[in-house]
């Protein structure tokens, strides 16, 4: 049986050199020519910075309808504003003004359509920071000016939105406040429908006793104490309370005040009920107005910041001539060796 001996295969394999060296130059010349004949798309780059000032990110759980999803949290409400600058900047509105732009500055771009322009655009983010721009073009030059061109247009598009989203921001605002006075009078509301039930309660108990009895000292003041806790500060309310019965006046008289205490407890009710319904409309409308302005807006928020980056668009490298030829010099020799070696074991399987 032939056994494979490597000291034999080296000694065998160093006596081709000259096919070495022929491998060598002629795999480093053919990668070197093709990308010469078919070279690949130059890369320019910019900058870009977007940022979220938390502190001017109050309730947006009504974005959610806008946006067609659940309730946000913060970082839900982060990731979406992220994604909503993410689609403008790819979208076909920035490249035909971006295109509008550059065909001023060079004819080649007259010949490039607005999806061609979009294929050359590549976007790399991945949160809040820095974001970058990328172009693909046949030469430097143009792949410069398409980077430039688009980030200068992508950036007053995107602070023209900023801008308009400052009527969300007020509209916002409104919207707290309306809530906040909306809960006010429903707990006003709560307090006065609990107060109509203990005044229900102590006049049953008044009426089952004696009308002429009078009435003792420490009743009397728990019964002013409870109004006066729930009175409101208004002329109506002050003189209720002055009109309290004297001490020592029948139970008949406080009946008859509890019912003045009950007609003013059911008129604040009716006036804050009407309040309410008033305000809860508005509310409404103020939605609405919210809901249209943020889409006006394209959804951005004007918690969002941009700014341009100071370092100028640059051009991506590729590798130089003698690395590309070099590397394929290395493939070649690696691609002649395999073979080489194939055929080296089957023709000592046919000895």
């Not at 900058?47 to 946006?67: E, H, W």
């Not at 949160?127 to 430039?148: C, F, H, K, S, T």
């Not at 509310?283 to 889409?295: C, Q, S």
């Amino acid at each position: 049986m032939n056994e494979w001996k490597l000291r034999e295969k080296l000694v065998q394999f160093i006596k081709t050199w000259p096919i070495l060296i022929a491998v060598f130059l002629l795999s480093g010349l053919i990668a070197w020519g093709a990308v010469h004949l078919f070279p690949p798309l130059q890369r320019a780059t910019a900058d870009l910075f977007i940022g979220i000032d938390i502190t001017r990110v109050y309730d947006v759980s009504s974005l959610a309808t806008y946006a067609k999803a659940e309730p946000f949290n913060v970082d839900d409400y982060k990731n979406w504003q992220l994604s909503q600058v993410q689609g403008i900047a790819t979208s076909e509105s920035i490249a035909d003004l971006t295109l509008a732009t550059l065909r001023n500055l060079d004819p080649y771009w007259e010949d490039v359509s607005t999806e061609e322009f979009q294929d050359m655009q590549e976007l790399f983010w991945y949160d809040v920071g820095m974001w970058r721009l990328q172009i693909q073009a046949p030469e430097n030059e143009y792949a410069l000016q398409g980077v430039q061109a688009w980030r200068e247009i992508l950036l007053q598009d995107l602070s023209r939105l900023i801008r308009e989203s400052e009527d969300v921001l007020e509209l916002e605002s409104r919207m707290r406040a309306s809530n906040t006075s909306i809960s006010q009078l429903e707990t006003r509301v709560t307090e006065m429908e609990l107060l109509t039930a203990e005044i229900a309660a102590i006049r049953v108990e008044l009426e089952s006793a004696d009308p002429q009895q009078g009435m003792d000292d420490s009743t009397r003041e728990d019964l002013w104490l409870l109004i006066a806790g729930a009175a409101e500060e208004d002329a109506l309310w002050e003189q209720i309370l002055d009109e309290i019965p004297e001490r020592d006046q029948p139970r008949l008289l406080y009946i008859h005040w509890l019912d003045q205490v009950l007609a003013a407890v059911e008129s604040d009710l009716e006036s804050h009920q009407a309040i309410i319904e008033a305000l809860v409309s508005d509310h409404e409308l103020l939605t609405e107005d919210y809901l249209r302005e943020i889409k006006e807006a394209h959804g951005l928020s004007a918690s969002l910041y941009i700014r341009e980056e100071t370092t100028q668009p640059k051009i991506i490298e590729t590798y130089p001539d003698t690395q590309i030829a070099l590397l394929g010099s290395l493939v070649g020799l690696l691609i002649y060796i395999i073979i080489w070696v194939m055929f080296s074991e089957r023709q000592r399987e046919n000895t």
